[in-house]
């Protein structure tokens, strides 16, 4: 779910003028010759991004303060059940059924066990579950689109799903947003939390989209795309896809500089 641009007081560009902005600043990019792999705080063609991030220092904060008021969580608070986001009513969601797994490791290959992996999403209409969400498609009283596990020995997760639909947000005039999933994951403790998206792969609306445009890097923007997997597939019963998440190193997966709702 995405948060308002800001109002300029002007009508909102269009996807033209966004478009353009996009090509410039990867042109640019292209001749500074500097590899950047996170996505870039002010982008001006995610009109809000100067909102969405600290613009003062940092201040220090007591751990242990924090984690006092933080939520807690053990093993058995964490049901199986939960990592399978279309048994959680009475029926059956609407939309194209799919399983999403993969790996959690470090950037030396090695599994990161036990941690806590979250996921929330649009359903198959492109509609949160959340008052703020007023696009006029359709809930689905049978799919709230949250879901949550726990790596397992070898840092493998599992999620039974919906494939999400796209949906449009107020960037600029006639702007959707790519069908994605957000990936929430927690390490040793709450304080130690990054968040990402996960997108499907050949979506038409990724040249479009600022938001995964702010990351300037095609090959890093590309290791936010999960790839089919039909191994991964079941006869009859859900198309399958496989993205692994790396934690450090050069080919880390990109995490959101702070928590947001696009």
Not at 105 to 116: A, F, I, M, T, Y
Request: hydrophobic share 30%.
């Amino acid at each position: 779910m995405t948060s308002p641009a800001p109002s300029s007081g002007g009508a909102l560009a269009r996807q033209d003028d966004i478009t353009a902005e996009i090509t410039d600043i990867e042109a640019a990019y292209q001749r500074a010759g500097v590899e950047e792999t996170q996505p870039r705080l002010d982008y001006p063609p995610y009109r809000s991004s100067i909102l969405r991030h600290p613009t003062k220092d940092l201040h220090h904060a007591d751990p242990e303060t924090i984690e006092r008021w933080a939520p807690c969580f053990g093993h058995r608070d964490v049901d199986p059940l939960e990592a399978d986001l279309t048994i959680q009513h009475g029926g059956e969601p609407i939309g194209e059924r799919m399983v999403i797994a993969g790996r959690v490791v470090d950037g030396e290959g090695r599994p990161v066990r036990h941690q806590l992996v979250e996921i929330w999403q649009a359903n198959a209409g492109g509609r949160y579950v959340h008052k703020r969400d007023q696009h006029p498609a359709p809930l689905d009283p049978n799919f709230t689109g949250v879901g949550r596990c726990l790596t397992d020995a070898e840092g493998n997760y599992r999620f039974q799903t919906i494939k999400p639909g796209p949906y449009p947000w107020k960037n600029h005039h006639n702007a959707w947003r790519p069908a994605h999933i957000h990936f929430s994951l927690f390490g040793t403790d709450f304080t130690q939390r990054m968040v990402t998206q996960m997108y499907f792969p050949g979506d038409p609306l990724f040249a479009l989209d600022p938001i995964y445009q702010s990351i300037t890097d095609t090959k890093a923007r590309e290791r936010l795309v999960a790839s089919y997997d039909h191994d991964l597939t079941s006869h009859e019963w859900a198309t399958g896809y496989r993205w692994d998440i790396v934690l450090t190193g050069s080919q880390r997966t990109y995490m959101e500089e702070e928590e947001d709702d696009a």
